[in-house]
C-alpha cells in the first residue's frame, strides 16, 4: 500500500478508535493507539490477501473492536 493511501486509512481508522474509546487518561491514549494499530494491520492483511477496500476496511473495524485490540 503506498504512503498516501496508508495515511488516510490511518486517519479514517483513528476516527473510529477514538469513537471506541472512552476518557483521557493514560491507558484510554494507549488502548486507542492498540485499536488502531490492530486495525490498520488488519486491513493491510486483508488487503494482502486479496480483498477489496470494503472487505478490508470491515476486517479492520472487526479487529479494533475485539478484546485482544484493549489488553
Do not use: F, K
Not at 2 to 16: F, G, Q, S
Amino acid at each position: 500500500m503506498d504512503n498516501e493511501r496508508r495515511a488516510t486509512i490511518r486517519e479514517r481508522l483513528a476516527l473510529v478508535s477514538d469513537q471506541l474509546t472512552t476518557g483521557d487518561s493514560a491507558l484510554a491514549v494507549v488502548l486507542s493507539e492498540a485499536r488502531l494499530q490492530a486495525g490498520l494491520a488488519a486491513y493491510e492483511r486483508a488487503r494482502a490477501d486479496g480483498l477489496c477496500h470494503e472487505g478490508a476496511w470491515e476486517c479492520a473495524l472487526e479487529a479494533m473492536q475485539a478484546p485482544a485490540a484493549e489488553t
